[in-house]
């Protein structure tokens, strides 16, 4: 069973371009959990979906920032018009359920110029 | 010790020898407090949890300690071998909501063979 997948692994993207981060869940898993880590910072919680719906967004920026779980295919953390301080490291995680313990995918390190 | 700056807190220890990793966590009405390890590159790996109605749990090689009173969690590794090498997160929740996930600072322990 392969664990949660995230693509790209790195993403350069300039000022003002959109960034597309993807994540798959592990097999089963209905909820995902997309977080931030900033250099030698702990991971800050972003949104919380499950299949086509989200669920808490407290942690995401209101403005530029947006999450998807469609039906089918993987959840989308889009990023609009990028800044240099949208530079991170974004984590997705996923679990069967919401009393399970969340397993983490291994990130996609986004470098903005 | 407190981090200074940005800089993460660091703690090396030589092969062999028994690591403790403290973590102060804030919200008193967290109830379930996980440890995360983090290798460089890679997303946070579940290590151990416990809940708020104990105050010790043990699993293979690390035992986790929590002080309610003081709000305190430690982390012990026995016998640290260089592969514990990582970042090691502690992160609280409350009700094992995992939407309000909130990760502390981190650790870095070194391990020289």
């Known amino acids: 069973n392969a664990g949660v997948m995230q693509n790209p692994r790195h993403l350069v993207r300039r000022r003002g371009q959109e960034a597309r981060l993807r994540c798959s869940p592990m097999k089963g898993h209905s909820h995902v959990y997309w977080y931030r880590q900033l250099p030698e910072e702990g991971l800050k919680f972003m949104v919380y979906?499950?299949?086509?719906?989200?669920?808490?967004e407290s942690g995401m920026p209101k403005e530029r920032f947006s999450a998807e779980f469609p039906k089918e295919g993987p959840s989308i953390l889009r990023i609009q018009q990028v800044v240099r301080g949208d530079s991170a490291a974004y984590f997705c995680?996923?679990?069967?359920?919401?009393?399970?313990?969340?397993?983490f995918g291994p990130g996609t390190r986004l470098t903005v110029l | 010790g407190e981090s200074v700056g940005l800089h993460l807190p660091t703690l090396s220890v030589q092969e062999g020898d028994n690591s403790i990793i403290n973590c102060a966590y804030s919200?008193?009405?967290?109830?379930?407090f996980i440890w995360y390890k983090q290798e460089s590159g890679k997303g946070p790996q579940f290590i151990i949890d416990i809940r708020s109605n104990m105050d010790k749990r043990q699993g293979q090689r690390v035992t986790v300690l929590l002080n309610k009173t003081v709000k305190h969690l430690s982390l012990q590794i026995a016998a640290t071998q260089p592969g514990d090498s990582a970042v090691y997160f502690c992160a609280e929740t409350r009700n094992s909501g995992y939407s309000t996930l909130t990760f502390g600072k981190g650790t870095m322990l070194l391990v020289s063979p």
């Open positions: 979906l499950q299949k086509e719906n989200i669920i808490d």
């Open positions: 995680a996923s679990s069967p359920s919401l009393d399970s313990t969340p397993d």
């Open positions: 919200n008193s009405a967290s109830d379930y």
